[in-house]
């Protein structure tokens, strides 16, 4: 790219009002695949009268063909129109516009406007896929009302949908036919939602709490109905939760959503009508694993909650994503933790914050959850936006109580319903609702990085007092950074196990703090950040040994938890030293038998057991790490993955029968528990490598009557060098290929697979017939799980990354969003070790040299870049 046009960042700070507002606006949409014709009639008025600021609409990727002003058509000079907006000259105060363009759907492999997923015409248009659409003031600071008239043929498309009321229909000329909605909600461009297909539909309805009922519709694919069910009952769930405890109802009389195949996101809050991506719809025990099932109810939770931090209360500017996705991110973890096991769940959410959020927030794109610039808004659609956003609602929720927290969520809702506002704004009614000044908490949303917290202890024998120093610092931000307000939850231990009464909730405000608790009989063991109370990197004094002892009795399941992958962390650290100086490997004593008291002790949850026997990542270690040794986390891992098993073999086998007859297939938490404990003892057992196990693992792979343990079985199989393993994945693959969600489980895992060839069969799975570049979850399956996969990935030679650049560059013309959203992985460049971070620079650099390289993947590869190592 040369120098004029390297993209160039918008800022938070440059925020201005907008110049016109729309009253309302009357949209026609003619359905066709080149050339749909979009009529846009506009009642607008000038924010500020008087002034004479020419009308600039944004507008991309389309044909004008005219515009009317006051019902007269426009001369071309009195207008300008260029690759990103339409310029109206002179308008006066008040005025009617009407706009007349074309688009083309089916071209429309980026999947943002209006495109088609196989048959069927769908939208996305947040953040700004509406400018794809028609010329408009497409910003989230503009609410208007819309109604929406969409005409197409009859016979390919029974099924017209927009947002809100359906109010006429009826059959036109040339076996064509039209729905007219309307929305009677303000609302953003963003929201707007359009969908036509010939469309299969589960109906329900829900009772609201007011008496009215509402008519749910859920629209898929012909053929795929029976799998929507799962859905349908999570969308009731979450409708009454709501009201149940956030005092939210329902205010429209139908709510829609409809699954589509080619989709960049989870899913889109569009008001009144969600679209989804099939992956969080579609699940029936054959085909769904228990993630599956568990994602849709999350996806379904998230977008409905979204009704009312989303669509009822809107944002100012894209600068202010968190403010509606922390808050509805924080809104489905509470749902899910009220409806399955609530340590579970944050176990399994603060597991993904680690293995995704903090390397972001460490690497080259980190940014606050409020970040003051982007070149592409697409790009923020992040976990530190979504996953560290919904942390620091969580920290609110901790440091002011329940009641605070929702008598400030009423307050938020009596200031701000319908309109379009700020994070401070959020805050704010916070600090109402608790009566508390949240001033300095504000910090979160402006500062970038993992907050490290260094924890210093001091018993006094006479005075039997116990005294926490702490030191909170911020090495993404350097030294200088003002100290951030948090919650810290915590407990002390005597030497029974007990805890000591103390006042169990701190707050940390300074730079440098030091708590003393009295009436401490014996030195304790610190139990620190409790249920994870805070997002922060915690450096304890704690050894082994009192990670022994936590994982045994603290009362915290979270922390016995975090107790026993400490402990696993430390010991795959120590191996890998010993790896270093060519030491044999010598399995820790401690660690070994509390490993194998967890694995008998049958008083255990089981999902909380399966969690505390998982040994931790290969990217977790990589975090611990200045320079990642990924060969040497993998070989080290794999060795204690091995001495475990072979040390627990009857036990493992044992247990693992004990929880084979589980009698017909349920999701609840108890058996979906009891399905991933059972899984996780045959991922032990069949790292042995033995004949027995390997024809264990095969008779569960063919005789599972559901997706979970066949698709675990085959996820096993796939990891070792056997005759089994060719045929399990021929078998499955001969089974399931015309379900498009079960190949994408096919292709994800052999992308993933340690074997030697991993890479040479990813290549020639791009040609295979059910690899599809331009469906974002096929290329998310192969390209994406590849780069998980870090030996290969990261293999010395570079054949990983020349894979990859050459993925991009294909993708990227394709999908930018998606390459850009894959680029990520570019992330860990500054932690490379010479050899491969030469050869990483040399495929940034390539891609930066690209023709025509997309703004998104342009922000992340240059950020990558100026990174420094
Ligand atoms: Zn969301």
Known sequence: MTEQETPKPKFLKDYQKPPFGITKVHLTFDLDDSKTRVISHMKMFRETSGKKAPLVLSGERMKLIQVQLDGKEMRENEYEVDEKSLTIFKVPDEFHLTIENEIDPKANTFLDGLYKSKDIFCTQNEPQGFRKITYFLDRPDVMTKY???????????????????KMASGDLKKDKHFVEWEDPFKKPSYLFALVAGDLECLEDSFMRRSGKPVLLQIFCEKGFKSKCHHAMESLKKSMKWDEDVFNLEYDLDIFMIVAVDAFNAGAMENKGLNI??????????????????????????????????????????????????????????????????????RIETVSILRGYQFPEDAGPTA?????????????????????????????????????????????????????????????????LGSERDLTQFKRWYEQKGTPHLKVETDYNESSKSFTLHLEQSNPMEGRNTPPLHFPLQLGLLDSKGKDFAIQNLIEMKQKKESFTFQNISEKPTISLNRGFSAPLIVDTPLTNKDYTFLMAHDSDPFNRWEASQELGTSILLSLLKDHGTQKEFLLNQDYKEAFTMLLSDNSLDYGLKTLALLLPTESSLGQKQKIIDFDGNHLVRKWLRKELARDNQELFLELYHSLEDEGPYTIDSKSVGKRKLKNCCLAYLIHLEKKEFIELTNKQFLNANNMTDEFSAL??????????????????????????????????????SPLPDALHNVEKLLTHSVFDYKIPNLARALIGSF?????????????????????????????????????????????????????MKGTLETLLNKKDLSRNTFEIVSKSLKSPS
């Not at 021929?730 to 292709?747: A, E, G, P």
């Not at 990354?801 to 394709?814: G, H, N, P, S």
Request: proline share 3%; with cysteine; hydrophobic share 35%.
């Open 367 to 431: 940014h606050p959850i409020r970040p003051p610039s982007y070149i592409e808004m697409n790009n923020f659609y992040t976990t530190t936006v979504y996953d560290k956003g919904s942390e620091v609602i969580r920290m609110i929720y901790t440091l002011i109580g329940k009641e605070a927290f929702f008598k400030g969520i009423k307050k938020y809702f009596e200031l701000f319903d319908g309109q379009a506002v700020t994070c401070d704004d959020f805050v704010h009614a916070m600090e």
């Open 787 to 839: 780069l998980e996969n870090h030996v290969h990935f990261h293999a010395l030679d570079g054949s990983g990354y020349r894979f990859f650049e050459e993925a991009v560059k294909t993708l990227d013309e394709i999908n930018p969003q998606v390459a850009a959203r894959l680029s990520n992985a570019f992330r860990k460049f500054p932690k490379l070790d010479p050899k491969r971070h030469e050869l």
């Open 276 to 345: 989804f991506n099939t992956s969080c719809i579609l699940a029936d025990q054959d085909s769904a694993t228990d993630d599956n099932f568990d994602r849709v109810e999350k996806v379904i939770a998230h977008e409905y909650f979204h009704n009312w931090t989303g669509d009822r209360v809107t944002l100012r500017d894209w600068f202010q994503l968190t403010l509606k996705e922390g808050l509805t991110v924080f809104r489905d973890q509470e749902f899910t933790s009220d409806l399955n096991s609530r340590t579970v769940h």
């Open 715 to 752: 996820s096993l199989l796939n990891q070792i060098e056997c005759p089994e393993r060719e045929e399990a994945l021929d078998h499955f693959y001969h089974k399931w290929n015309k379900d498009q969600l079960v190949m994408v489980k096919w292709l994800s895992i052999q992308a993933l």
């Open 147 to 165: 109604t929406t008239k969409i005409i197409a043929n009859k016979n390919e498309y029974p099924i017209l949908l927009s947002n809100g009321n």
